[in-house]
């Protein structure tokens, strides 16, 4: 069973710093696309970053160079350095894979999702 599993989240200050994890288990045979999502209160999922098999990367304009996204094939792990943090940033970030496993092909997943919340 594919599972997906967030970490890094908390509470910050602005103007500092958070890095994400997402860890991906299970019998995955291949991962397309790896992304971050968030959500605040009151408002739609939104994309924050995106990372293809052939490293195309795109980000949401609200988080433009302020986020990098990145990943380590071999962990199956994908992150999310987030730098100048706002408090606009606040929402449940949520890693979103799209991968093939021993009983599923090319199929998306989603994290449990992790609180940040940017506050003084």
């Known amino acids: 069973q594919v599972q997906l599993v967030e970490s890094g989240g908390g509470l910050v200050e602005p103007g500092g710093s958070l890095k994400l994890s997402c860890a991906a288990s299970?019998?995955?045979?291949?991962?397309?696309?790896m992304a971050w999502y968030r959500q605040a209160p009151g408002n739609e999922r939104e994309l924050v970053a995106r990372?293809?098999?052939?490293?195309?990367?795109d980000y949401g304009d609200a988080v433009k160079g302020r986020f990098t996204i990145s990943r380590d094939n071999a962990k199956k792990t994908w992150y999310l350095q987030m730098n100048s943090l706002k408090p606009e940033d606040t929402a449940v970030y949520y890693c979103?894979?799209?991968?093939?496993?021993?009983?599923?092909?090319?199929?998306?997943?989603w994290g449990q999702g992790t609180q940040v919340t940017v506050s003084s």
């Open positions: 979103f894979g799209r991968l093939s496993a021993m009983t599923s092909l090319n199929k998306p997943y």
């Open positions: 990372i293809t098999n052939d490293d195309s990367i």
């Open positions: 299970g019998s995955i045979r291949y991962i397309y696309n």
